[in-house]
């Protein structure tokens, strides 16, 4: 089974609303990410942490923010929700790089809907 | 920008057929592996293959890399319902911050 948990699963809300998605792992993985893809679509790294107080945004700009106080827990914030907000949300962690780097284990991901 | 691109982008065969899926990159990896995303989930690790590696084996997967060519095939062989899942390639140097490709939807006939 996943190591690493997302929550909520799914979620409608409202726009304007504040909102934030859980990410927590009991792998002790340094680092950790997070992908946004539409249905049938492809993945768009947009945060990621390299540890404890490291964050960086990625490739795809988003206007959803994310903190890294505790090496298991990396939430990711939306101030405002929007409609074009609406998409799935995949949280990830993995181990350090170079030979001692297996691949990364997924969350199963948060639906969100904006309306 | 995207790295990897998948193909076919659909690909439906009969059950207990082998299914191959490519795989294109543009710059220089370290790594490249594949994952499977059952619809609406997250993506499960499948095979992780390095730059010095030209094939490797799990189970029923066979991965291989083109390093000069720049593309890497997955086969599933005796294909089961259960592969019916999008599956992605993705490519990694440095850092291992992966970028993934747009992915190949699998579908096995019963």
């Known amino acids: ?115 | 920008s995207q790295q990897g691109e998948e193909d076919p982008q659909a690909l439906s065969i009969q059950e207990g057929e082998n299914a191959t899926m490519n795989c294109s990159y543009k710059t220089s990896i370290n790594n490249l592996q594949w994952y499977r995303q059952n619809s609406g989930r997250g993506l499960v690790h499948l095979i992780l293959i390095r730059s010095n590696e030209r094939e490797k084996h799990s189970g029923r997967l066979r991965v291989t890399l083109d390093t000069s060519k720049k593309s890497s095939s997955l086969l599933i062989t005796a294909s089961r319902a259960a592969d019916t899942a999008s599956y992605f390639c993705a490519t990694g140097f440095g850092n291992e911050k992966l970028t993934f490709g747009t992915g190949t939807r699998l579908t096995i006939i019963p």
């Open chain 1, 1 to 115: 089974e996943a190591d690493i948990y997302q929550t909520p699963r799914y979620l409608v809300i409202g726009t304007g609303k504040k909102i934030t998605l859980e990410c927590s792992q009991t792998m002790g993985h340094d680092k950790m990410y997070w992908y946004q893809q539409d249905p049938g679509m492809e993945l768009h790294l947009i945060h990621y942490s390299y540890g404890v107080n490291s964050t960086e945004k990625g490739d795809l700009s988003s206007e959803s923010t994310v903190s890294r106080i505790r090496t298991e827990h990396f939430p990711l914030t939306l101030e405002s929700a929007r409609p074009s907000h609406t998409s799935q949300y995949l949280c990830a962690s993995s181990e350090l790089g170079g030979t001692h780097f297996y691949g990364y284990t997924f969350g199963s991901g948060t639906r969100l809907t904006v309306v």
